[in-house]
Every structure is written in structure tokens, then in C-alpha cells.
T-cell receptor, first 113, second 114 residues
């Protein structure tokens, strides 16, 4: 079954601290992996897209890693800010004509002052 | 530039009723996809349309249908509403259907079925 699992389910950190979110997937055939940020009641906003040949990709204070062999990805947030409080969703795109996006349930991050 | 716009933003319907949700993609984008996000869950794929043709369908009952118009806007219709259809419905647009194409999401339509 094609699944994307994320951990932890929720996380509380202090402003200025770093954190790492985890994603494991069993999606096949694999095309690419994406991380999205979703504020409550809003649509997801893309942070990174990585194909199987890419190990690391950064977007400002966000750095995503991908290990296609172990089917694991992580999202590292550096020097967290209050505005980072949101749900972070790991998404895997299947290859093929339909190219469905398979979403994880997300990690809810709360950054406290 | 306007992003993906969805209407209405919020909607309350009664069980058994029918609902139509609307999506306008980013200008120049020809692909529109629909997702259902139940509270506390990740979005689930419903449909993808490209150039007015259905390109993909998720595991949803036939009560769900959609179409794409010549201007690439799209409508999602849900008939015979159930309480379990209450969710945030998201529309995403892309320039085309390539594997690494970015998907841009609208703010969603919050549907509540009572």
C-alpha cells in the first residue's frame, strides 16, 4: 500500500531553536518527494521538491534530505521563528501518467516565544 | 499575479444536498487537481484535469464529479452529501502534468455538512 508516514505528530520548540521532522514512505513507483508548509485553514505551500537523485535541498532556513534507498526524508528547520508555527506535510509523487500526490498526515509544529 | 482562487471559502449544507465548488487556476496553468482534507489528516487526491480532460481519479464514490472549462477553471460537484463529506477541499494548479511540476494550492473551501 502506498503510504507516507511522518513523525512526530506534533512538536513544540522555543523560538530560535532548531528542529528536524521525519518522513518515511512506501510509495512506488517513486517520482519525487515534496515538503509543504500548511497554515491552519489554508492551502499547502511548497518548500522543496527532490527527485531520487537529490540528497539535499535547501530553501532559506529549511533543509530537506532524501535517502531513496531507505525511503526516508527529513526536514530541518534552523533558527525557528514564531511564523514557522504550522503543519509540515511530506508528499510523495508517484510516477506514471496519473502522477498522484500521496500526502502524509503532517507534523504540527508550534514555536513558542 | 493572482494565485489559485477558490470559491466559496466556507459552505454549510444539509445531508442529501448537492454542492458545487469552484477553482480558478493561476493564469497560464492548464492542469487542475482536487483534494479532500479531513480534519487532522493529509489531503486525499480526488481528480486531476488537464486540457479539459480527466487525467486521474482517486478512490472516491461516483457522487463526486468534476469538469474543467475552456478557460481552465474547474468545478467539483458532490451529490447526496454525507456527514463524512465535511472537509477542506483544496484545488491545486500546475502549468502542465510533468512529474516535477510544482503544484500551487488555493486556500480551500471549508464544507460543513449538517
Amino acid at each position: 500500500k502506498n503510504q507516507v508516514e511522518q513523525s512526530p505528530q506534533s512538536l513544540i520548540i522555543l523560538e530560535g531553536k532548531n528542529c528536524t521532522l521525519q518522513c518515511n514512505y512506501t510509495v512506488s513507483p517513486f517520482s519525487n518527494l515534496r515538503w509543504y508548509k500548511q497554515d491552519t485553514g489554508r492551502g499547502p505551500v511548497s518548500l522543496t521538491i527532490m527527485t531520487f537523485s537529490e540528497n539535499t535541498k535547501s530553501n532559506g532556513r529549511y533543509t530537506a534530505t532524501l535517502d531513496a534507498d531507505t525511503k526516508q526524508s527529513s526536514l530541518h528547520i534552523t533558527a525557528s521563528q514564531l511564523s514557522d508555527s504550522a503543519s509540515y506535510i511530506c508528499v510523495v509523487r508517484m510516477s506514471g501518467s496519473q502522477g498522484n500526490l500521496i500526502f502524509g498526515k503532517g507534523t504540527k509544529l508550534s514555536v513558542k516565544p | 499575479d493572482a494565485g489559485v482562487t477558490q470559491s466559496p471559502t466556507h459552505l454549510i449544507k444539509t445531508r442529501g444536498q448537492q454542492v458545487t465548488l469552484r477553482c480558478s487556476p493561476i493564469s497560464g496553468h492548464k492542469s487542475v487537481s482536487w483534494y479532500q482534507q479531513v480534519l487532522g489528516q493529509g489531503p486525499q487526491f480526488i481528480f486531476q484535469y488537464y486540457e479539459k480532460e480527466e487525467r486521474g481519479r482517486g478512490n472516491f464514490p461516483d457522487r463526486f464529479s468534476a469538469r474543467q472549462f475552456p478557460n481552465y477553471s474547474s468545478e467539483l460537484n458532490v451529490n447526496a452529501l454525507l456527514l463524512g463529506d465535511s472537509a477542506l477541499y483544496l484545488c491545486a494548479s500546475s502549468p502542465w502534468t510533468g512529474m516535477n511540476t510544482e503544484a500551487f494550492f488555493g486556500q480551500g473551501t471549508r464544507l460543513t455538512v449538517v
